[in-house]
């Protein structure tokens, strides 16, 4: 027997092996089985559950005011001139800075929150300030909690770059008036009190000034 037969006879032998091994893996196909599938039909599957839709609604928008209203179309101009812009984290510093800001002007700390003031409030904060210790009246004040903020308005200049955005906050504190000689003549330390205001911030978009100064009161 030659060298050549006896490697055809190994490698026989071997392929045999090999296809006795497969079928004890893989099992055998017996009865109707699906035929292949063409490569050329070989698809992805796409998950409904979550589907990104380009040139859709922004819901950092929408989720605060309605899509189609001129609110929104400023506020998406306010992202177009400065990208970083976002409103919830705007609601968020809103929230925290009219808690700071009411009970600075209820205790008389005008300095501590100038800043975030235009001249017209500072000036209105300065002489409601002043009237009290000029009566002799003390405020103690504390803030309990917020029950409401809401995007009321927002309006864009594109021109001068000028953004406003009005927020409805209805805020919860204790609030107590005393005279000169310390008797209670307004609230009580033990009574909650709703406050309801309608504060409008400004900023220019873009400005290396982080900071939105509060333009605007009322109720």
Do not use: C
């Not at 037969?5 to 045999?16: D, E």
């Amino acid at each position: 027997m030659n060298g050549s037969l006896i490697q055809l006879l190994v490698l026989a032998g071997i392929a045999i092996f090999l296809v006795l091994k497969l079928r004890s893996v893989l099992g055998t196909r017996e009865g109707f089985e699906k035929p292949p599938v063409p490569l050329d039909d070989v698809r992805p599957r796409v998950r409904r559950d979550f589907e990104v839709i380009e040139g859709g609604p922004d819901r950092d928008i929408t989720d605060h005011v309605a899509e189609d209203s001129d609110a929104a179309k400023a506020l998406a101009a306010m992202k177009q001139a400065e990208p970083s812009f976002q409103v919830t984290p705007f609601l968020e510093g809103a929230r925290a800075a009219y808690e700071m800001i009411l009970i600075a002007f209820e205790k008389g700390e005008l300095d501590r929150i100038r800043p975030f003031l235009s001249d017209e409030v500072e000036a209105s904060f300065a002489e409601a300030i002043a009237g009290r210790e000029r009566d002799g009246l003390t405020v103690e004040a504390s803030f309990v909690g917020m029950k409401e903020l809401a995007l009321q308005d927002a309006t864009f200049n594109k021109d001068s770059r000028m953004a406003e955005i009005s927020v409805r906050f209805v805020g919860e504190q204790t609030y107590v008036v005393r005279n000169k000689a310390g008797e209670i003549v307004e609230g009580s330390p033990r009574e909650i009190k709703k406050s309801r205001d309608i504060w409008t911030f400004a900023r220019a978009m873009g400005s290396d000034d982080p900071n939105w100064q509060l333009v605007a009161t009322g109720d």
